[in-house]
């Protein structure tokens, strides 16, 4: 084996060139196989990023949904605050802007003494940042924060039209449970009468007011 070694040792005290071409390749090689890692994760990232450029083109919006969930306990912020933790993390990188918004359930809309009846429009409050910049007010102002109880709403023209309201007009939003087990309406019209004897019912109610168009 020792002899066997000898032999390029000897040709290498020969042939200096022939040493430093040899020298230079075991660096190339050195240096391939370290950039390797760094050139994987740079072909990762760019291969992501045209994905995402090429998926999301025309419509670049991404959108996060957190149901069901009461958002000012202490378990709701800290949900919060870890998913939009996450966000940052994941995603930040490409995100041009970001904007919460609470959206509510459908309940029955109606004005103050109008009894639940067939064919009642149904209102769905929501609320998103920065909308103001968005919506032209043509009647009234822009709503104000409130105490949960009552709603200060803005609608648009149709939406106002197709629920007879008008500006300062007042409503109410409220739901009723009772213990008949009905069966859900194919739409959003109130479900048939159900042979049962109502013998506990809750209903729930919000009061609001229409303060701009």
């Known amino acids: 084996m020792g002899a066997f070694l000898m032999i390029p040792l000897r040709q290498m005290r020969a ?15 050195a240096v391939l196989l370290a950039s390797a890692p760094i050139y994987s994760r740079s072909m990762a990232d760019l291969g992501l990023t045209y994905t995402i450029r090429t998926e999301l083109e025309g419509n670049a919006t991404s959108e996060v949904l957190f149901p069901n969930v009461e958002l000012q306990t202490d378990r709701g912020i800290a949900l919060r605050t870890a998913i939009e933790r996450r966000i940052t993390e994941r995603i930040g990188w ?3 802007d970001q904007t919460r918004s609470v ?23 929501q609320a998103l940042q920065r909308y103001e910049e968005k919506v032209r007010v043509v009647s009234g102002r822009f709503p104000a924060p409130g105490d949960g109880r009552f709603l200060e709403v803005a609608m648009s023209v149709r939406a106002a039209q ?7 007009d007042s409503f109410i939003l409220h739901e009723e449970f009772d213990n008949c087990d009905r069966p859900l309406a194919a739409d959003d019209s109130l479900p048939p009468p159900f042979p049962c004897e109502v013998i506990t019912s809750v209903s729930f109610t919000i009061s609001g007011k229409v303060v701009g168009i």
């Open 103 to 125: 959206q509510m359930g459908k309940f029955w809309l109606a004005k103050p003494g109008e009894p639940q009846r067939p064919g009642q429009p149904l209102g769905e409050p």
């Open 15 to 29: 042939s200096p060139a022939l040493t430093a071409v040899l020298a230079l390749g075991m660096l190339v090689a």
């Open 162 to 168: 197709a629920a007879n309201l008008r500006l300062d």
């Open 94 to 96: 490409f995100r041009a």
